[in-house]
DNA sequence: TCTGGGGTCCTAGGACCC
DNA sequence: TCTGGGGTCCTAGGACCC
């Protein structure tokens, strides 16, 4: 099953100020080079879409309500509907705020028959509407995620549509490639160039053609979803890659002093978010769109994962210093990535970009984190604990405290003598 | 003054290792 | 005095999704 709200900032919007019912609403940036997030579906009759600028869409509907995000608001309602879909089935699969997968085969569902289905859905859609205030939803339920999701998609908004087995490739057939998620404008006019439109045409390409049209992973894909076929699971939980903070300027900079603080506020508001979700990474990305929407990135990885403002700044002005600005800048932003769910303490004082750091120095062990539970060390300090992870120079160790179980997390350099029974191990 | 912000995944080339 | 084949990691860029 594919669960989709309806125009959800706006709906959420309308239900909390009610003098918006009815009325068309437009979610997203207000400022001079804000694009748009939701419109109502008031709004969508006026040519109003998601991701138009909002100039554009403030000349094609200027009577709308136009409101910055209020995302807290939206994260409660969200975590109310994901609440009640965990209640139907333990799988469920967050693609966004506002939507989600589930595998029903947990659900206990009597029989799979499309009425007994039909049924089951609309009891769902029912509760999520009473859980959010009042918000609509659209369902799609088919065989696979992908059938799932055209599905929900087909009868917008509070629509619910069950593809029964055996007619996916049916209803997929007419539809334009651009129904296949991945499928975006480039690829679309790459397989137009090639007398692709329809998924039907997609059919008929083999393979091999497909790849050599659009790479490896794509073209491999794209084989397999224009046959309906789609055996991807529904994943609960997804461990997070990357972290960034990023902004666009109502006009161009080019001050680089200016740029600097910037780029160093941004910094230390991702390590804020790192340190409050426990992660900490070791690739810092310095990100610039430039006058003339050409992007730029620049990136560097260090030897151990931080969760440090200042040191994440301090790496990300001196990208910042690699590049040439002339013309100005439209955009920055700072990320990072290469994360690690253990924690860095501050074992070194301070962290070096691998340039800076001679790797003849580091001790023998693998570059990949391994996981050792169990393995117990014995530290003078610190007592008794066990390997938590390793990699890169360090050794990661929980140490059991008679007041905290599991205990503290300390890093020890490999080299440490408390270590030597693990790393012979 | 056309074109957001938060993400994920893929590719290609180069460095490096055994 | 000519030059493999497997692999990983890193960087930069790009497509795509909501």
Same mark, same amino acid.
């Given at each position: =099953?594919?669960?989709?709200?309806?125009?959800?900032?706006?709906?959420?919007?309308? &239900?909390?100020?009610?003098? @918006?019912?009815?009325?068309?609403?437009?979610?997203?940036?207000?400022?001079?080079?804000?694009?748009?997030?939701?419109?109502?579906?008031?709004?969508?009759?006026?040519?109003?879409?998601?991701?138009?600028?909002?100039?554009?869409?403030?000349?094609?509907?200027?009577?709308?309500?136009?409101?910055?995000?209020?995302?807290?608001?939206?994260?409660?309602?969200?975590?109310?509907?994901? /609440?009640?879909?965990? %209640?139907?089935?333990?799988?469920?699969?967050?693609?966004?705020?506002?939507?989600?997968?589930?595998?029903?085969?947990?659900?206990?569902?009597?029989?799979? !028959?499309?009425?007994?289905?039909?049924?089951?859905?609309?009891?769902?859609?029912?509760?999520?509407?009473?859980?959010?205030?009042?918000?609509?939803?659209?369902?799609?339920?088919?065989?696979?995620?992908?059938?799932?999701?055209?599905?929900?998609?087909?009868?917008?908004?509070?629509?619910?549509?069950?593809?029964?087995?055996?007619?996916?490739? !049916?209803?997929?057939?007419?539809?334009?490639?651009?129904?296949?998620?991945?499928? *975006?404008?480039?690829?679309?006019?790459?397989?137009?160039?090639?007398?692709?439109?329809?998924?039907?045409?997609?059919?008929?390409?083999?393979?091999?053609?497909?790849? &050599?049209?659009?790479?490896?992973?794509?073209?491999?894909?794209?084989?397999?979803?224009?046959?309906?076929?789609?055996?991807?699971?529904?994943?609960?939980?997804?461990?997070?890659?990357?972290?960034?903070?990023?902004?666009?300027? !109502?006009?161009?900079?080019? %001050?680089?002093?200016? =740029?600097?603080?910037?780029?160093?506020?941004?910094?230390?508001?991702?390590?804020? &978010?790192?340190?409050?979700? *426990? @992660?900490?990474?070791?690739?810092?990305?310095?990100?610039?769109?430039?006058?003339?929407?050409?992007?730029?990135? +620049?990136?560097?990885?260090?030897?151990?994962?931080? %969760?440090?403002?200042?040191?994440?700044?301090?790496?990300?002005?001196?990208?910042?210093?690699?590049?040439?600005?002339?013309?100005?800048?439209?955009?920055?932003?700072?990320?990072?990535?290469? @994360?690690?769910?253990?924690?860095?303490?501050?074992?070194?004082?301070?962290?070096?970009?691998?340039?800076?750091?001679?790797?003849?120095?580091?001790?023998?062990?693998? %570059?990949?984190?391994?996981?050792?539970?169990?393995?117990?060390?014995?530290?003078?300090?610190?007592?008794?604990?066990?390997?938590?992870?390793? *990699?890169?120079?360090?050794?990661?160790?929980?140490?059991?405290?008679?007041?905290?179980?599991?205990?503290?997390? +300390?890093?020890?350099?490999?080299?440490?003598?408390?270590?030597? /029974?693990?790393?012979?191990?």
């Amino acid at each position: =099953m594919h669960l989709d709200l309806d125009a959800f900032f706006a709906s959420v919007e309308q &239900r909390d100020k009610p003098s @918006l019912r009815g009325r068309p609403v437009v979610v997203g940036g207000v400022g001079g080079r804000g694009v748009v997030s939701t419109a109502s579906y008031e709004a969508r009759k006026y040519g109003v879409r998601s991701a138009m600028s909002t100039r554009e869409a403030r000349s094609r509907c200027p009577h709308a309500a136009f409101l910055n995000p209020r995302f807290h608001a939206y994260r409660d309602t969200s975590v109310a509907v994901m /609440a009640v879909l965990r %209640d139907v089935s333990p799988l469920v699969e967050p693609l966004s705020l506002d939507e989600a997968f589930v595998d029903l085969a947990p659900t206990g569902l009597a029989s799979y !028959d499309d009425d007994s289905v039909r049924a089951f859905a609309e009891e769902v859609r029912a509760r999520v509407t009473e859980v959010t205030g009042g918000l609509t939803a659209s369902i799609g339920i088919g065989t696979s995620k992908f059938i799932a999701k055209v599905a929900s998609d087909l009868d917008k908004p509070a629509g619910l549509v069950v593809v029964s087995a055996g007619g996916e490739r !049916d209803l997929l057939r007419p539809m334009h490639v651009t129904v296949i998620p991945g499928v *975006g404008p480039a690829t679309a006019e790459r397989l137009r160039r090639a007398g692709i439109t329809t998924v039907a045409d997609l059919e008929n390409v083999s393979e091999d053609e497909l790849v &050599r049209l659009l790479g490896r992973a794509h073209g491999h894909g794209l084989h397999l979803l224009a046959r309906a076929e789609d055996d991807r699971p529904v994943v609960p939980e997804r461990e997070t890659k990357s972290v960034s903070v990023e902004g666009t300027y !109502d006009t161009d900079l080019t %001050d680089r002093r200016l =740029m600097e603080g910037l780029v160093s506020r941004q910094a230390l508001n991702v390590a804020e &978010r790192l340190r409050k979700s *426990g @992660l900490s990474g070791r690739t810092i990305t310095l990100k610039v769109r430039l006058h003339d929407f050409t992007n730029l990135s +620049r990136s560097t990885t260090l030897n151990a994962p931080t %969760d440090s403002g200042p040191t994440i700044a301090r790496l990300a002005r001196g990208l910042l210093g690699e590049l040439d600005l002339t013309g100005g800048v439209r955009l920055l932003g700072v990320g990072v990535s290469g @994360l690690a769910d253990w924690i860095q303490d501050d074992l070194f004082g301070e962290e070096h970009p691998q340039d800076e750091e001679p790797v003849e120095d580091l001790p023998d062990l693998p %570059d990949r984190r391994t996981w050792v539970p169990g393995m117990d060390v014995v530290h003078e300090e610190l007592g008794r604990g066990w390997v938590w992870g390793a *990699g890169r120079g360090i050794v990661t160790v929980r140490f059991e405290t008679a007041e905290t179980p599991p205990g503290p997390v +300390r890093s020890l350099a490999a080299d440490d003598p408390a270590l030597t /029974a693990w790393k012979h191990s």
